[in-house]
């Protein structure tokens, strides 16, 4: 009897566990919207760093410039991507 009792607390503990609706690992399916959040972030973090090691002398000015003009033009197209999915009028 012991042992039927096991078998099945065992049973429901484990369906409990990998039942997919309760599963907190599994992943929802990533819109662009998401996406695109993401990638602004890194962006964003990205531009952060650029400054950060400019000002300690890891980058010569031009080299900052043309690299801060980059990441810049690709947080605006970023951010106007986000806007037009969002139904946000354009800024421009």
Known sequence: MGLLA????????????????????TQRDRTRLDFL?????VVMNNLRDLTFEFRAGKYPAE??????EILE???????SEIDALQGIPSRA
């Open 6 to 25: 096991s078998a099945v607390l065992l049973l429901a503990l484990f369906a409990y566990t990998f039942w997919p609706e309760k599963n907190p690992f």
């Open 37 to 41: 959040q993401e990638r602004r972030e």
């Open 63 to 68: 080299d900052y410039a043309t690299q801060r």
């Open 73 to 79: 033009r690709e947080a605006a197209e970023i951010l």
